[in-house]
């Protein structure tokens, strides 16, 4: 018989985050259950965790950044076993068949599943999941660590790499946050010459102990002006939640440069049309990544010593982690500790 677990649950709009203990079932087809060891809280949790809106499906376990170790597999379930080290991220699984998928681009599926969305998230001791959505942890890196990477580390890394900007470019990183400080590190050890931009001097020393060979405090100076008198970026990795920026931040975009949106709020964008045309530059948004390139992200963090700066929280803390989110506190990430749950 399959021990009982503590799963944090929110039972009805704008509800609190209350600990529900339950005996989790075997896993489908296709799916296997993972004994959570750690997992994180990401900005997208705030909204999870309202339970607000049309829709929603009662209790709601927000998590989508989950860390741990195999405990069940499905029938017709290969290639994994139990006991495997595992992480879940943003994604969390897909059709398979659609042109998106057929193609790779499984983050793009309209089947697309979210953990805490689609299913119960990972804010929990157990968490069953879709084959497809298990990315392997590498021997060498701590489950605490490897959590975030399954939404902040991989969406940073992806939208870096995937930007193919020459090597020796210049990479600005907007914002030091939850996604920032892990970009400044990406784009250091990537190879680029690395600004940082935030607000206030006191993160000066920060940003260059994580990489950044420049810093810009926003508060000081525009930053579009300042990057404009270091010669330029040939990216601009967006990592802050309010889009107002952006629009001075342009001007100190290169030629055939690029500025990648992966933090967003509900705001629009001001794009002075004239200068993209005449320049050649791209303003584009990312979102994640597949289980896959999860996987890449950390073998990357793994060799260069990539990790992200983390808060260890116990798992029956949740709520207050969300209060601390939405503060502003943490320094960067917030880990919940399944451990602790008994």
Not at 101 to 107: E, L, M
Not at 295 to 323: H, K
């Amino acid at each position: 018989m399959t021990d009982s677990v503590v799963t944090m649950v929110v039972t009805e709009p704008e509800g609190p985050l209350v600990a529900s203990v339950t005996e989790p079932a075997p896993p489908a087809d296709g799916w296997v259950r993972v004994s959570v060891t750690a997992s994180g809280v990401c900005n997208a949790d705030i909204g999870t965790a309202a339970a607000a809106g049309k829709g929603i499906a009662f209790p709601v376990t927000p998590g989508h950044e989950v860390a741990g170790t195999i405990a069940a597999v499905g029938t017709g379930v290969v290639g994994w076993s139990v006991g495997d080290r595992v992480a879940v991220g943003w994604f969390g699984g897909s059709c398979g068949h659609c042109a998106f998928c057929r193609v790779g681009d499984v983050v793009h599926c309209a089947e697309r599943k979210v953990p805490g969305l689609s299913y119960p998230g990972g804010w929990a001791e157990s968490i069953t999941v879709p084959a497809d959505a298990l990315a392997r942890i590498p021997d060498g890196l701590d489950f605490f660590d490897a959590a975030p990477f399954g939404c902040a580390g991989v969406t940073t890394f992806n939208a870096i790499r995937q930007a193919n900007t020459p090597a020796g470019g210049r990479v600005a990183v907007f914002g030091l946050g939850g996604l920032g400080h892990l970009a400044v590190q990406f784009a250091h050890n990537l190879g680029y010459e690395t600004i940082a931009i935030a607000r206030g001097a006191d993160r000066e020393k920060l940003a260059k102990d994580l990489g950044a060979h420049h810093y810009i405090d926003s508060n000081a100076q525009a930053p579009g002006a300042a990057l404009t008198a270091l010669g330029g970026a040939d990216l601009i990795v967006y990592t802050a939640s309010s889009t107002e920026p952006v629009n001075e931040l342009l001007t100190g975009l290169n030629v055939h440069g690029q500025l990648t949106l992966v933090g967003v709020d509900a705001g629009s964008l001001t794009v002075p049309a004239a200068q993209l045309v005449m320049n050649g530059q791209i303003v584009t948004g990312h979102l994640t990544g597949s289980a896959r390139e999860t996987e890449e992200a950390m073998a990357f963090a793994l060799t260069t010593g990539v990790r992200p700066m983390i808060e260890r929280m116990p798992l029956r803390q949740a709520g207050e982690a969300v209060s601390r989110l939405k503060a502003g506190a943490p320094r960067f990430r917030i880990v919940l500790d399944a451990a602790t749950a008994q």
